[in-house]
């Protein structure tokens, strides 16, 4: 289709898109199984908990949040790795101790063994047609009352995470640590995919002289190579507004250019050389944040003429030159919660609190106008957004939860959980993006959960969590189902002597592919400084 012209620049004045969101229909009632929604800020969004300067604590903070691994992220080419002797933490490993009997499926993992001897025992129990645990990494660090991991990032045969005061990259071989970056202070943000080139942009907090008490700001700024682990470019953003609150962020990356918003800021960097490209202009409107991938998406709160509360805005923007390129106009009343497609626009939409709130979904056509409303009926959609977990802001495209296959205009989404023996179950639904029909609803397998991750080979990659400990002989792993449904078809199975050790991965960010499947704790907190030592953080599945 072809795009409406290009406008002034970011924020400027702009005629709205047809096709506004509500015209096909109010959205429909659903209900995301989260906790209770944050103080309110400006425009009513949600405001990030108050800490203390220089502390840690488990948060739930601004806007919600979108398609994480729905792109494609691949995981470097070749045979990934063979369960190595060292223990896969950011010390210096001991030798790993095979215990004589194999860990029972359900049992409660022993953390007192190595990973590397916990991941031999798993291997031990594993069946036929049972994927191998390549390594398992534990946290050996020790954080100040918990700690939020960013990433994972996979560049080459490295995977890297930032983590507290560090950002550190490991062999996807046998997960031996090959560079560690130390940082003079906290990482507070950072892009959930980087640039093609293995490069990534992260936030780090800065506190000003004038009143070292307050709470930092997230407003310094360090490229790192990814490959390498060394340190590139940095820079401070300027605090020109006094009233701004560069402390919870959204960063997220487009080709070349990174952008990092906040509550009232919105800048973006070149990430090659660390040119600023733009900025927010003169204006009444609010970025709460980016969208990266092909295509930038921004999420956009402009002030209403009802008092407290605001109208939002989807626009596309030229990451580049910060021209807003077409803009959609959200049904009043409504909030962006997440962008589970950027290419088409898929964007999923709360109104009211996060919990006995109503959840909707918008298809937009790639020039921004109103395609359709997936009407869910009873099956409300969820997305799992790890972000949510950490004491940091949130991106917006680091959801699990939907899937878009572009081919058969397919959308297949997850639905609630619902309550299943001591774990959980629930649906996927698939949709017309065209019509906004249900085609058909698949069951996950009892007190398991799937979660679309994205479309490859025609067919949706679902990760499937491990059921609770009273099942016996069955695993995790990753799942496809077609644009038909069916019986979903097992792609990589977890051995079902991991299930205890996996189901420690509490709401994990997943990656999968080339055949191998990668987990990642996105936050680390425990009730003993001992606990959060031993907490496992990643684990690796792959012949």
């Not at 892009?191 to 002289?209: M, N, S």
């Not at 923007?317 to 950027?342: E, I």
């Not at 949130?394 to 609630?416: E, F, S």
């Not at 993006?433 to 479309?455: C, N």
């Amino acid at each position: 289709m072809s795009q409406p012209p290009p406008q002034q620049g970011f924020g400027a004045p702009y005629e709205p898109r047809p096709g506004v969101y509500g015209d096909q229909g109010q959205p429909q009632p659903g209900q995301y199984g989260y906790p209770p929604q944050p103080p309110t800020a400006p425009y009513g969004r949600p405001q990030p908990p108050n800490r203390p300067s220089g502390g840690r604590s488990r948060g739930r903070l601004v806007g919600l949040v979108a398609a994480v691994l729905a792109g494609v992220l691949v995981i470097g080419a070749g045979v990934w790795f063979v369960v190595g002797d060292d223990d896969g933490s950011d010390d210096k490993k001991p030798l790993a101790r095979e215990s004589a009997e194999p860990e029972q499926p359900g049992a409660e993992p022993d953390r007192k063994k190595t990973p590397a001897a916990e991941a031999a025992e798993i291997n031990k129990g594993r069946k036929e047609g049972e994927a191998k645990v390549r390594w398992i990494q534990k946290n050996g660090v020790d954080v100040p009352v918990g700690a939020s991991a960013l990433g994972p990032w996979i560049t080459g045969g490295i995977v890297a995470k930032a983590m507290y005061r560090t950002v550190s990259g490991y062999s996807l071989e046998d997960g031996s640590q090959k560079w560690s970056l130390r940082l003079p202070t906290d990482v507070c943000a950072a892009p959930t995919r980087p640039t093609a080139d293995g490069k990534i942009v992260i936030g780090l907090l800065t506190e000003t002289a004038a009143n070292p008490d307050a709470d930092a700001n997230c407003d310094k700024l360090q490229m790192i190579d990814l490959a390498t682990g060394e340190a590139g470019w940095s820079v401070t953003i300027d605090r020109v507004v006094t009233h701004d609150l560069l402390r919870y962020v959204v960063m997220a990356i487009s080709g070349d250019v990174v952008t990092i918003a906040g509550l009232g800021r919105a800048e973006a960097y070149r990430v090659s050389d660390g040119k600023h490209l733009w900025g927010k202009p003169p204006g009444p409107c609010e970025v709460e944040g980016f969208a990266g991938g092909s295509v930038m998406l921004a999420s956009v709160h402009c002030p209403s003429q009802s008092k407290g509360e605001a109208d939002e805005e989807v626009r596309r923007v030229d990451p580049v030159t910060g021209r807003t390129l077409w803009t959609y106009k959200v049904r009043k009343g409504w909030n962006v919660d997440a962008f589970h497609s950027v290419d088409p626009p898929v964007i999923f939409l709360r109104k009211g609190p996060l919990v006995g709130g109503k959840s909707a979904i918008a298809v937009l056509n790639d020039d921004g106008t109103f395609r359709s409303q997936p009407v869910p009926g009873g099956d409300a959609p969820e997305g799992r957004c790890p972000g949510r977990e950490r004491q940091l802001g949130w991106n917006l495209d680091i959801c699990m939860g939907a899937a878009v296959d572009t081919d058969t205009d397919t959308l297949y989404v997850a639905t609630k959980h619902r309550s299943a023996g001591r774990s959980s179950t629930n649906d996927v639904v698939a949709f017309d993006m065209s019509t906004g029909k249900k085609k058909w609803k698949v069951p996950s397998p009892a007190t398991q959960t799937l979660m679309p991750l994205r479309v490859e080979g025609g067919k949706a990659l679902m990760y499937l969590s491990p059921p609770d400990p009273k099942s016996k002989d069955v695993g995790g792993g990753i799942m496809a189902l077609g644009p038909q449904g069916g019986t979903p078809q097992p792609i990589l199975r977890h051995p079902a002597s991991a299930a205890a050790t996996e189901r420690a991965f509490d709401e994990p960010i997943v990656l999968h592919a080339d055949g191998r499947s990668l987990l990642m704790l996105p936050h680390v907190l425990g009730e003993t400084d001992e606990e959060e030592m031993e907490m496992r953080t990643m684990i690796a599945f792959g012949d």
